[in-house]
Each structure stands twice: as C-alpha cells, then as structure tokens.
C-alpha cells in the first residue's frame, strides 16, 4: 500500500514538473534536454535505487548507522569548499552533468543514527547522558547545513523533535517550542504598534503579560495551588491593568517598564516557593519565565541583527507587516493568483497560463504546487493533499507495529520529516508561512530531493519487511 502511494505522487509529480516547465512548441518530455526529460530519468533511477534498498538485508541499516553518519558529516563539512556559488548557497556538488545535494541524503543518515543510538538497553528521555546527545545529533548537521548558506534545508532538522516526543520527550519541551513561535510572531509582528498611551509597544506588552499568565497556569497544572494561582494572576495580570490605566489617564509611561519589573518579582516569588515548600516544579516555572524574558530579548536582537535583509522582509510579508509585491513578496503572489485561477476543476494539463508565461518563480521546485493548483484546480490538490495524507497515516500504523525501539524511531522520523516537507512548503505556496525554499516531496523537480526521500521511505519499508525475522 504505501508503495503504491508512493508511485502515484511520483507519477503525478512527474505531470506537474511536465506542467511547470513546459515550453509551446515542446512535444518530447522523454528528452534529456528537457527537465521533464531529465526527471523521468531521476524517477527510473530512484525506482532502481529503491528496489536495491529493498534487496538488501536489513541488519545492514543498524551496522552502518553511525558509519553513514560520519560519512555524511565528512561530506557535509567539505561541501562549501567543493560547491559553486548557486543563488548564495554553496550546498550543490557538481559530478558532470549532474549536481547534488548532500543535506538531502543526510536525513536519512541522521534518523538511522538516532534510531541506533536510542535503541541501547535503559534508554529514556528524562536522562540527560542519553537527551544531550541525541539533540547534539540533530544540532550538528544542523550547523554544517547553516554554513552552506541552506537555512530551509537546515530548519528541516528540527522536524526530529516530533520523533522526540513520541519517544518520551516531556510534553513541557514542546510547550515551550510553541509559546516561542508565539512571542516571536506577537513580538516582531507588534513590536512598533503602540498602545493608546503612545508609549507602550503592544507587541512587548502582549508577550510578557503572556509569561505571567503561562506562568499561573503552568502552577495550577504541576503543583495544584490555586491559591499561588489567584495571587500570581492578580498582581501580575491585575497590576498590569493598573499600570495601563494610569499611563491612559494620569501620566503616560512606558508600561513595559512596570510588566519586567512584575517579571523579576514573580520569579523570586517562584524560587521562594520551591525552597519553602520543596518542590521542583515552581523552580521549574521560574526557568521557563526567565527563558521567556530572555527570548523576548534575544529574538528582537537575532531578527534585526542575525537575520539577513531578504530573510527579514520575508517574515514580515508573512506576518503581513509589509507587502513587497514587485520582492520578496512576488512569489507569494503570483502562486496564489496562479492557484486561485485554477478555480474548481483546473485548466487542464500544459493549460496554466500563470505558469506557462513564467509567472511564477521556481515554479517546478520550490512553488510546484501552485502548477498543481492552476492545472488540476481545487479538485486536484485536494487529491495530492489527499495521497499525502494517507501516507503519513500508513507511516504511523507501519511505526507502530515495529517491534524495536530502533525501527519505530527510524519510521517516525521519516514520519517527520515529510510531515515538516509538506506543511512548511505547501504553506510558503499559500503564503501561510514564509519562503525558506525547500522542496515538496517527489514533486519539485531535481534528484537530490527525490533520491532522498526515496532512500528514506524505502529504507524503512526494508526494516519494516524484516521485523517478523527478529
């Protein structure tokens, strides 16, 4: 079943690239001058290389975990030094006429060392011997893939921690994951929105009286004192609405000022309930209220200082902060018109007028889904949307049915990696997130891409054939 899923998105990957890069005049899309012609090729070669993972014996994969690791970090490190310059990256090596991608084909890497190293007898999240180098492990491709200049090949990484929590990571980790897409997005969005007083940043504001209220709420689930609870809100929440009456109709302030002042208190308040009545868990809280506080610092400083300018306008065209329709935000536009204009039913194959008049940048890689939208309209992509999410559906029945730790994380890391493919790229098509320029897969055109969600999918269809044997 999950083989067949997988030939029907790469066939119907293969007419949306036909779609997308289709000229009027071509007829041949078998020639290798073509990239249609060129991706035939790349899926016959993956159908091979498939049918090879697939013959091998299944023990290999946990003996050369590490090896493979290794071996894909070497190739990581020296990239930037044998890559040519190719839009700003250096993260393509040239073999002839080919060019490839190792940060595509360190996923799979990376998972199968992870599963080998979180399959050793004791294991557990909650030890820091065994969560440090398992992030370690995830951070270090991470960094390498960043040094080539790919920050959307690396960001892909991070998909590894949804694995993390199947396996046992605290449910508070993943808390503080969203509360910090939270404050970053609040933060930037409303950062130079001010309040009616003319002093007070709204965005500032909102997220630090954010923290207080999180932090009352984080006391009543882990130390079940509704007391602590109805003081903490009261001060915190209730001083802060003073303090905001005030600077409407006495004296204007910056009433920010007064909240990191709230902040300070209630963190020695929280630290003085963990030595008085010796529970971990207000000490616990306080680190996440101090760890609030200094993203807030920290993620103003990196947007404005770390960031480079066009990585900037495109979280702003994102959070609707600016618009930039002839830069940043052109893409974005033009696959959406070219979706919307797809309307129910599609103007039918190589009919996309958006897309064959090239309209839309990077239409048969990154922006593959707006030739899908355009030609095969709502119907079409409810299809693709469809196929995709069935496969992630049998992922999670296949993982679950494995009978070692090892092959469970390995499937749930595939799992997560095209779970994290799909939504960031199929969202920066519809606008919903920003443009960090990875591939949907067995769609966008290119073979590093294809080859590596190949290897990953078809490595663990050859684990999950040997789990009856062991």
């Not at 697939?54 to 994969?61: A, C, R």
């Not at 839009?87 to 040239?94: E, L």
């Not at 060019?99 to 999240?125: H, I």
């Not at 009919?351 to 940048?361: D, F, I, R």
Request: contains cysteine; neutral net charge.
């Amino acid at each position: 079943m999950t083989i067949c899923i997988y030939l029907m998105l790469v066939i119907f990957g293969w007419f949306s690239v036909c779609g997308a890069s289709y000229d009027y005049g071509e007829i041949d899309f078998f020639s290798f001058d073509t990239r249609a012609g060129r991706q035939f090729v790349w899926i016959c070669c993956s159908l091979g290389l498939g049918f090879i993972l697939m013959m091998l014996e299944d023990k290999l994969y946990d003996m050369f975990a590490y090896i493979l690791y290794g071996a894909m970090l070497l190739l990581l490190l020296v990239t930037p030094f044998l890559a040519e310059d190719t839009k700003g990256s250096y993260s393509w090596i040239k073999f002839g006429p080919v060019s490839l991608q190792p940060a595509e084909f360190a996923k799979f890497a990376t998972a199968l060392a992870l599963a080998k190293f979180m399959n050793v007898y004791g294991f557990t999240m909650s030890k820091l011997k065994y969560s440090l180098p398992i992030v370690g492990m995830v951070l270090l491709p991470m960094l390498l893939i960043i040094l080539q200049r790919e920050t959307g090949s690396a960001l892909v990484y991070l998909a590894f921690f949804f694995m993390f929590y199947r396996e046992g990571m605290p449910g508070s980790i993943l808390f503080a994951g969203i509360c910090a897409v939270v404050y970053f997005v609040v933060g930037i969005r409303f950062d130079n929105e001010l309040m009616a007083d003319d002093c007070t940043s709204i965005g500032e504001f909102s997220v630090l009286l954010l923290i207080v209220i999180l932090s009352a709420l984080l006391v009543n689930s882990y130390c079940k004192k509704a007391s602590v609870v109805w003081y903490i809100l009261g001060i915190g929440a209730g001083g802060t609405l003073l303090a905001l009456l005030f600077s409407y109709y006495v004296i204007p302030f910056d009433v920010t000022w007064f909240q990191y002042g709230l902040c300070v208190a209630l963190l020695f308040y929280l630290i003085f309930l963990s030595m008085r009545e010796r529970m971990r868990n207000y000490f616990y809280i306080a680190l996440f209220a101090i760890g609030s506080m200094g993203f807030l610092f920290s993620a103003d400083y990196v947007f404005n200082h770390v960031l480079e300018p066009h990585q900037q306008i495109r979280i702003k065209v994102v959070l609707g902060m600016e618009e930039d329709l002839a830069g940043a935000g052109y893409n974005v536009n033009q696959s959406k018109i070219a979706i919307g204009s797809g309307g129910l039913w599609g103007k039918g194959f190589l009919n996309g007028t958006q897309t064959k008049l090239k309209y839309v940048p990077e239409q048969d890689t990154d922006f593959i889904f707006c030739t899908v939208g355009e030609e095969e309209g709502f119907i079409g992509s409810a299809v693709v949307l469809l196929l995709f999410t069935g496969l992630i559906l049998r992922l999670i029945v296949v993982s679950e049915r494995q009978h070692t730790r090892f092959a469970r994380v390995y499937g749930y890391s595939v799992l997560s990696i095209f779970l994290f493919h799909l939504f960031i790229n199929i969202g920066m098509v519809l606008g919903l997130t920003p443009v960090i320029g990875i591939p949907l897969p067995f769609f966008s055109y290119g073979g590093s891409s294809l080859w590596g969600f190949t290897i990953l999918l078809f490595v663990f269809l050859r684990i999950d054939a040997g789990r009856g044997k062991h």
